[in-house]
């Protein structure tokens, strides 16, 4: 009986130890697991840790611009269905009139907003404004012996500094700027729709502010015109007039800016349906040959006979049918004076016109008008353009 308890006695101290190396070998597994864990955690931390760092940096690339500027600071950030406007300087929005190309945002670049509204004068230093297209100017056919044909006389000389000064340059290249501006801007908005009353009304506001207007020291031209289908030029809506633009018309627009009297007058045609292509192209590759033949010395029939013959080398096919394109006979260019718009001095654009030549010192507007009917206007439909007469003589407010 002794042995047997003894025995039995053995074999519970080893079941027992079996368990508790059991319960160890537990222990250590689970202290391997934790261990384990925690390094996980660990890891799963600091990974995380740089995954929060990234975020955070592609955040901060996302709200800053190539120059370190936030283009998100705006006051309306509680509202979180408020529209952010974010300012590129990039120009992104591709022209949509036909046959102009580039962008009609180029100026945010210099800083413009979207909807201009800065004045040109604080995107610039004074001698800085945009320089714009230089060509060299033409050569007449039919020299006059009794010039000399180097063109060194001293009126010319004294005329070239006057050109040279730049004070003078600043005006021109300002006006210039605004009158680029503004135009790009009316090239956004101008589509089949819109009212024309409403358009001239918006173009003349912009050109208001961009050159910061001030009585006779800086403003606009001339009143806007919006010239459609037949009517050739000189044309604006009076108060009461409901045009609106189709699809199908051909406008010309033509407005002016004036710096110090210094006035810049430039025009485009718009037109939506692609069959007026050729006339639209006929008649800006004749203004692109009427600017490079005019110079010093230029006889204005030359400079005619040469929009003439460019001209009419095009011919359009609207609806089917073929028409010729032919140069309005009695509608010409101009020469500009300080506040005088129409300084005394035509550049037809048919041969066949004055022998006058152009002189040193003048400014002119090269103006071309392609036409499918007879090439010939008339004075028609309400007078909407009114213009002081230049040379007229004092009249006293005070009768006799």
Same mark, same amino acid.
């Given at each position: 009986?002794?042995? +047997?308890?003894?025995?039995?006695?053995?074999?519970?101290?080893?079941?027992?130890?079996?368990?508790?190396?059991?319960?160890?070998?537990?222990?250590?597994?689970?202290?391997?697991?934790?261990?384990?864990?925690?390094?996980?955690?660990?890891?799963?931390?600091?990974?995380?840790?740089?995954?929060?760092?990234?975020?955070?940096? &592609?955040?901060?690339?996302?709200?800053?611009?190539?120059? $370190?500027?936030?283009?998100?600071?705006?006051?309306?950030?509680?509202?979180?269905?408020?529209?952010?406007?974010?300012?590129?300087?990039?120009?992104?929005?591709?022209?949509?009139?036909?046959? +102009? $190309?580039?962008?009609?945002?180029?100026?945010?670049?210099?800083?413009?907003?979207?909807?201009?509204?800065?004045?040109?004068?604080?995107?610039?230093?004074?001698?800085?404004?945009?320089?714009?297209?230089?060509?060299?100017?033409?050569?007449?056919?039919?020299?006059?012996?009794?010039?000399?044909?180097?063109?060194?006389?001293?009126?010319?000389?004294?005329? &070239?500094?006057?050109?040279?000064?730049?004070?003078?340059?600043?005006? +021109?290249?300002?006006?210039?700027?605004?009158?680029?501006?503004?135009?790009?801007?009316? #090239?956004?908005?101008? #589509?089949?729709?819109?009212? +024309?009353?409403?358009?001239?009304?918006?173009?003349?506001?912009?050109?208001?502010?961009?050159?910061?207007?001030?009585?006779?020291?800086?403003?606009?031209?001339?009143?806007?015109?919006?010239?459609?289908?037949?009517?050739?030029?000189?044309?604006?809506?009076?108060?009461?007039?409901?045009?609106?633009?189709?699809?199908?018309?051909?406008?010309?627009?033509?407005?002016?800016? #004036? !710096?110090? $009297?210094? !006035?810049?007058?430039?025009?485009?045609?718009?037109?939506?349906?692609?069959?007026?292509?050729?006339?639209? &192209? &006929?008649?800006?590759?004749?203004?692109?040959?009427?600017?490079?033949?005019?110079?010093?010395?230029?006889?204005?029939?030359?400079?005619?006979?040469?929009? #003439?013959?460019?001209?009419?080398?095009?011919?359009?096919?609207?609806?089917?049918?073929?028409?010729?394109?032919?140069?309005?006979?009695?509608?010409?260019?101009?020469?500009?004076?300080?506040?005088?718009?129409?300084?005394?001095?035509?550049?037809?654009?048919?041969? $066949?016109?004055?022998?006058?030549?152009?002189?040193?010192?003048?400014?002119?507007? !090269?103006?071309?008008?392609?036409?499918?009917?007879?090439?010939?206007?008339?004075?028609?439909?309400?007078?909407?353009?009114?213009?002081?007469?230049?040379?007229?003589?004092?009249?006293?407010?005070?009768?006799?």
């Amino acid at each position: 009986m002794a042995e +047997l308890i003894e025995e039995i006695d053995k074999l519970k101290v080893e079941e027992e130890e079996k368990k508790v190396e059991e319960d160890e070998n537990e222990n250590d597994d689970e202290e391997e697991e934790d261990n384990n864990n925690n390094n996980n955690e660990v890891k799963n931390d600091s990974e995380g840790k740089k995954k929060k760092k990234k975020k955070k940096k &592609a955040k901060k690339k996302k709200n800053t611009t190539n120059d $370190g500027t936030n283009p998100n600071n705006n006051n309306n950030t509680n509202n979180a269905s408020s529209s952010l406007s974010i300012t590129s300087t990039e120009p992104s929005r591709v022209q949509t009139h036909r046959l +102009l $190309g580039g962008f009609n945002d180029y100026y945010i670049k210099y800083g413009q907003t979207i909807e201009p509204s800065i004045p040109v004068a604080d995107l610039f230093r004074p001698g800085s404004f945009p320089v714009g297209e230089i060509q060299p100017h033409g050569e007449t056919k039919n020299p006059d012996p009794n010039m000399n044909l180097k063109r060194k006389t001293e009126a010319e000389k004294r005329a &070239a500094d006057r050109v040279l000064e730049t004070e003078l340059l600043d005006k +021109l290249r300002h006006a210039s700027e605004v009158h680029r501006q503004v135009r790009a801007y009316a #090239q956004s908005f101008i #589509q089949p729709g819109i009212d +024309l009353a409403d358009m001239c009304e918006r173009i003349e506001e912009c050109n208001r502010r961009l050159v910061r207007e001030n009585g006779l020291q800086a403003g606009i031209g001339f009143p806007t015109g919006c010239s459609i289908n037949h009517i050739a030029a000189h044309y604006t809506p009076n108060p009461g007039d409901k045009v609106t633009l189709q699809y199908g018309d051909v406008m010309k627009i033509d407005f002016g800016t #004036q !710096i110090d $009297g210094r !006035i810049i007058d430039c025009a485009w045609t718009v037109a939506f349906d692609p069959q007026f292509d050729q006339l639209l &192209a &006929a008649v800006k590759d004749a203004t692109n040959t009427g600017i490079r033949c005019a110079g010093i010395d230029v006889q204005m029939c030359e400079i005619g006979e040469a929009i #003439q013959e460019v001209m009419e080398s095009y011919e359009v096919t609207i609806n089917g049918t073929t028409y010729p394109v032919k140069a309005v006979r009695n509608l010409n260019g101009h020469s500009i004076g300080p506040y005088q718009i129409h300084a005394g001095k035509s550049v037809p654009i048919c041969k $066949g016109g004055e022998a006058t030549r152009m002189e040193e010192g003048e400014m002119y507007a !090269i103006e071309t008008f392609g036409s499918t009917g007879r090439g010939w206007f008339v004075e028609d439909l309400e007078c909407s353009h009114y213009m002081k007469d230049f040379y007229a003589p004092h009249i006293p407010l005070r009768l006799p």
